[in-house]
Structures are given as C-alpha cells and as structure tokens.
C-alpha cells in the first residue's frame, strides 16, 4: 500500500543521487548499451534516464510498481548468488510513492509501448504510447508529499554533485556501457564506451593516465582486477577508491584495510590512494543483502580476498620502482 511504500522510500532513495542510482542500475540489468541521464535543478525539479534495453510489455511494466516485485529472482537459491544489480523489487514503488512518476517502455519486437503516470504512489493513467525500444523514467517533483525529506536535500549544486559522483562509481563497474549526463539541458560528461582503462582515466582524472598500474591476481576463490595508481591529493582516505565485487559499486573497510596495506610504506601526508578494483567472488561466497542500498558485503572467505587485495595492489604499485 501507498504508506509501506513511502516508508521504504525512505530508505531507499535519500535523496536525487539514489533515485539516478537504482534507475542506472535498472537500465543495466536490462543490457543497455547506451544510457542517458537528464537532470533539472540538481534533481529537485527532474530526473530523467532513458535507456536502450530490453524494455518491458505492458503488464510488466503495471507489475513493476508492485512492492516486491522483481523479474530478476525466480527461486529461493538465486538470492545466494545474485548476478544482477537490483533483487529487491523495492525501488520503482519506494520512488513512485513520493514524486510524479512515468515509465514509458517498449520491449524488443513490440509495436508499441505503454506509458505510465503515477502520482503520490496512485496510478493515475495507463496508456498505450510511441516510443523508441527501451525504458524511460521520469521522476519530478521529488518528496513532494514528504515535506520533513525535501527539506533535508541540499542546493542544486551539492545535489548534483552527488548525482555526477554516484553516475561515475557505478559507470566505471560497465566501462563498455555510453553514459551520458546532462544538467538543465547541457552535457555534463559524455563517457564513451571503450573498456576499463579508458573509463578509469575518464573517471580518475587525465593526470593519472601514465601513472596506472594493472592489477592482476588470482587467489582461492577470488580474481583482483584493476588498476592503481601512486598516492595522491584526495577530499578524503577513500574518496578516490572505486570497489565493485562482482561489477556492484561497494564501500566495504575490510577491502579498504587490505588495499592500504598493499599502498604500506608509499603512504605520504595528504596524499591517499587511487584505485578501481574489480573484485570476482564466487556469488555463493559473498552476501550483498546485507543493507537496502547495498554497499556493504560479506564474505564468506575474508582472509583470502584480503590477502588477494593487498597482493594485488602491492605488486601493481611496485611496477613504478622498475
Ligand atoms: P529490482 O531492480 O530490485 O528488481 P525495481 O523496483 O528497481 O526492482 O524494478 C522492478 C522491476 O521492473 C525489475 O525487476 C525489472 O523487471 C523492471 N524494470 C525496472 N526498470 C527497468 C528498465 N529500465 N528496463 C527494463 N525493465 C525494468
Ligand atoms: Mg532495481
């Protein structure tokens, strides 16, 4: 019902930057190749992604505004080894319930799509509709109805900034995925598919392009992929540390604590480290229901994905002592 539904939102999108999260996520999983997100007044007044994946029918798309209702687990054993970004079925109706909301999908082979408004978390209006193959969301007028939220979310410009930072942690996990990220009408960023050393220095920052290292390990029941680069200016310890397990965006401190031991002894004041590392779990050994937005993991086998972080960092960073 609408009230459950506001509530879970609460958890679910705190603020524009979580709402451009669980949609990019969905374009995703879909298998888009190309996504765009168009945002008005740091979120505030819009936000909108449109992406060119597998779409929905009709049915689904009324399906998908059900609380708990997810395409992407069929039986109780797919929850241990979850593959997909989303699984919890919770995010169309958490953000359904406090914005003006449309979904305009048309499947693969479909001849048309089908559009849907949802206001306050009431269906307002279903209809057939033109649209190109894909899904596009709008999400306007956000806690419209939930006056104590709006009042917490920050100026456009920090808004926005959290939508620019979220957008690229998530981007650098699907380095062969165009995002593209508009504000008020201006292309922001525009990130061309290309691979994972492309999208790391699009992402880290031109400077560091002669200075990443490939990581490379292998360990019992765990790869290490990525790059890292020497210490440098950061807004904080991990601000400049991107960590995906099984190409999921994570903040976990115990892979933190590993590759800051793989940086011991190249530590300076001021500086951190800089690293995307893409972590490859088997999905039966890691348990990522562990919070509603996901960034925290568990392992089943913490001493070798330690041991394989710190490793694999310590042996990419030394590659600049030759
Ligand atoms: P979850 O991602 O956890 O399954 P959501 O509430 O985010 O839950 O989405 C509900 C369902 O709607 C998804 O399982 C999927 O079937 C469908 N869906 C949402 N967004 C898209 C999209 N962009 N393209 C295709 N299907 C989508
Ligand atoms: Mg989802």
Redesign the pocket.
């Known amino acids: 019902d609408i009230l459950s539904n506001k509530i879970a939102a609460g958890e679910v999108v705190e603020r524009p930057a979580s709402v451009v999260k669980?949609?990019v996520?969905?374009?995703l999983?879909?298998g888009?190749t190309s996504i765009e997100v168009a945002i008005e007044k740091g979120g505030l007044a819009g936000i909108r992604?449109s992406?060119n994946?597998?779409?929905?029918a009709s049915d689904?798309a009324l399906?998908?505004l059900e609380r708990y209702?997810?395409?992407?687990l069929t039986t109780d054993a797919d929850l241990f080894s979850i593959r997909?970004?989303?699984?919890?079925?919770?995010?169309?109706?958490?953000m359904a319930s406090v914005s003006r909301f449309e979904l305009v999908?048309r499947e693969r082979g479909a001849v048309s799509g089908v559009r849907v408004l949802v206001e306050g978390g009431r269906i307002l209006d279903v209809a057939e509709a033109g649209a190109a193959p894909?899904?596009v969301?709008s999400v306007k007028r956000l806690f419209f109805n939930v006056p104590a939220r709006r009042k917490f979310l920050k100026t456009e410009s920090t808004e926005m900034g959290h939508i620019a930072d979220t957008l690229l942690s998530v981007s650098l996990g699907f380095p062969d995925v165009q995002f593209r990220l508009l504000h008020n009408g201006r292309v922001l960023r525009h990130l061309p598919g290309g691979g994972s050393f492309i999208r790391a220095v699009d992402v880290l920052g031109k400077e560091v392009e002669s200075r990443l290292f490939p990581v490379e390990q292998a360990g019992a029941g765990i790869r290490v992929r990525g790059w890292v680069a020497s210490p440098d200016i950061s807004r904080s310890s991990t601000q400049r540390i991107y960590l995906y397990v099984n190409g999921r965006y994570v903040r976990d401190r115990s892979v933190y604590k590993a590759l800051f031991e793989g940086y011991k002894g190249r530590m300076m004041t001021g500086r951190y480290p800089v690293a995307v590392l893409f972590l490859e779990v088997d999905p039966a050994r890691v348990d990522v229901n562990v919070h509603p937005t996901k960034h925290e993991v568990r392992f089943s086998d913490g001493r070798s994905v330690w041991a394989a972080v710190r490793d694999g960092v310590a042996s990419a960073l030394s590659m600049e002592d030759r």
């Not at 209702?69 to 992407?72: M, Q, V």
């Not at 997909?84 to 958490?94: Q, V």
């Open positions: 669980e949609l996520e969905n374009s999983d879909a888009s992604v992406d994946g597998h779409g929905m689904d399906l998908s209702a997810t395409s992407k997909t970004l989303g699984f919890r079925g919770e995010a169309l109706p958490s999908s894909g899904t969301v």
